[in-house]
């Protein structure tokens, strides 16, 4: 299709799940200009928000309860982050934006990640009593950008085996202790079976929204 130059039409059930997820990823990789600070920012608006992602609904914000959370959102974060491990220079952005609108997200501060569509948004008067993430994350650019970055024009190349996917640490094990996130970072010798993140009965987070996230996900 690149080298055609044609059109691709992406579709399944809904399309505000794994739709914009794979469209944000693609779009990522093709078009420099989402591998900007605002390039960024403009993806995620109109491939989530303006396309009607269930953020509250998925967040586990709605009233309905838990049974329809996934964290569909911060996965999408999370494969930005590994091909950041990979590419860094080719993004303006860092690793530090990525987790602000993870906090941003969860935390349910701003009205941009707080409903599950435009209708829903403006049905609540979200313009006039809730604040845009975008306003405050431009007043933090001098520590969310790149001072490095490289742009690389057109596609950018990269290869990523299921062996070299890392655990998205700064998130997700921010709160664990250090003995436990340096276990879990640790590489393991060739050919050693796969050991559990510590031998001792596991301590969840009853007040951290990661760990919520995380049990759906497993």
Known sequence: ALESRGSVLVHCNDGWNR???????AQLLIDPYYRT????Q??????????????????GHAPVGRACQSPIFLQF??????????????????????????????ERRYGTFAFDSPESAQRHDATRKTRSVWPALDARK???????????????????SPKEVEIWAPLYLRYADPPEAESCEAPLPHGSP?????????????????????????
Do not use: Y
């Open 37 to 40: 600070f605002a390039g960024f």
């Open 142 to 160: 001098d520590t969310l950008a790149h001072a490095k970055h490289r742009p690389v024009p057109g596609l950018l190349p990269i290869r990523l």
């Open 194 to 218: 796969v050991r559990p993140l510590n031998s001792s009965p596991a301590r969840p987070l009853k007040d951290s929204p990661v760990s919520l996230s995380l049990t759906h996900m497993m």
């Open 77 to 106: 974060l999370d494969a930005v982050w590994q091909i950041l491990q990979a590419r860094r220079h080719a993004f303006e952005f860092k690793e530090e934006l990525l987790l602000a609108l993870a906090d941003a997200c969860l």
């Open 19 to 25: 739709t914009p997820q794979m469209t944000s990823l």
């Open 42 to 59: 403009v993806l995620i608006e109109k491939e989530w928000v303006a396309f009607g992602h269930k953020f509250a609904l998925r967040l």
